[in-house]
């Protein structure tokens, strides 16, 4: 067998990598991406050309789907097949180095183009009936930050915090989602310092169009803060079905136990649909741990991103990424059947 024939024959197997890719070739609306990036992209009216966009936007694709570093990236893009194909080069001469990788990120940050990304996906979904606002499910994870020193000012990241989860702490950030009950979609992600307490939270992730909230016993006593969404936008009262602690129900008969056991499967049978978001991010996209510091991220200090400064864009805008991308990959029916 020839070399060239060898080569022909490895282009053609199907690995899941090259499935996952396909997918996301077929569901991401590349048109629509660039015509909103390029307004904000480098014109190369001086100095060498800028690599073309469409390049640019699959590699920075692929960093977040695979939780890549700019180096790694760059890597991978002209030792993986399947990246170098997705990505529509054949030659190392094509793929821009780490440093380029790294500013574009940057220049996506700078314009909050992600936050528009989210959005666009989001709003491509209601049109499409998928995500239904008749109830919302709210939940949220610990996403670890970096803890070294070994920096300039010789601190910890100064945007992230520590808090204690059971018997164990952790420093980094709190990623909150709402997600639609029906679908399992998420519609509304936001982000804080670990050691924001969840309840806080509820109100922004909210659509206002809600019958009914779910959470797990962190979210008692959302429905009755100061700034709880106690009605809909037509004027409802919301009911908010908060699971109880375990500690509550043994103070009640043993009927009363039986009912209210009832009463809290039927709550969680509902609210389990939070917890597969999650699963695929820290699990399949392996997304627990935050790469970059949260001031690396500043470039428009005391500007506000949905509530939140601009350095928790490390966490934030990476966070929202991941999840809307699986907003696309279930609207395909390539994680669930349709």
Excluded at 154 to 171: C, E, L
Aim: charged residues 30%; proline residues 3%.
């Amino acid at each position: 067998m020839t070399i060239s024939a060898f080569s022909d024959e490895l282009a053609q197997v199907r690995t899941k990598k090259k499935e996952f890719l396909s997918q996301i070739e077929r569901i991401v609306p590349w048109g629509e991406w660039l015509a909103m990036i390029q307004p904000c992209y480098y014109k190369g009216e001086r100095g060498n050309k800028p690599y073309p966009l469409e390049i640019m936007l699959r590699l920075y694709l692929l960093q977040n789907l695979y939780d890549l570093s700019d180096e790694a990236t760059v890597a991978e893009a002209i030792d993986s097949r399947a990246f170098s194909e997705f990505c529509g080069v054949d030659s190392s001469n094509q793929v821009p180095d780490g440093d380029t990788l790294g500013r574009f990120r940057n220049l996506l940050i700078r314009n909050g183009l992600q936050e528009k990304l989210f959005a666009q996906v989001v709003a491509a979904l209601m049109e499409r009936g998928l995500i239904l606002k008749k109830g919302t499910i709210v939940d949220s994870t610990i996403i670890s930050a970096l803890s070294s020193t070994r920096n300039k000012e010789k601190k910890r990241d100064p945007d992230a915090h520590q808090v204690k989860k059971g018997n164990t702490w952790h420093f980094g950030y709190k990623a909150y989602i709402g997600v639609d009950k029906d679908s399992g979609l998420v519609h509304t992600v936001e982000a804080t310092a670990a050691n924001v307490h969840d309840v806080a939270e509820v109100p922004k992730l909210l659509t206002g169009e809600e019958e009914a909230v779910y959470g797990d016993s962190g979210y008692l006593g959302a429905g009755k803060r100061e700034d709880a969404v106690v009605r809909n936008k037509s004027g409802r009262k919301i009911k908010y079905k908060i699971n109880r602690r375990p500690s509550q129900m043994k103070k009640l008969s043993k009927s009363g136990q039986y009912a209210a056991k009832r009463a809290e499967h039927t709550k969680s049978s509902v609210r389990a649909k939070v917890e597969h978001v999650f699963g695929v991010v820290k699990k399949q996209l392996r997304f627990r741990k935050t790469r970059y510091r949260g001031l690396e991220s500043v470039r428009l200090c005391g500007q506000k991103f949905n509530g939140y400064p601009q350095f928790l864009l490390g966490t934030y805008c990476i966070m929202r990424f991941l999840v809307f991308m699986r907003c696309c990959l279930i609207s395909s029916g390539y994680w669930v059947k349709n």
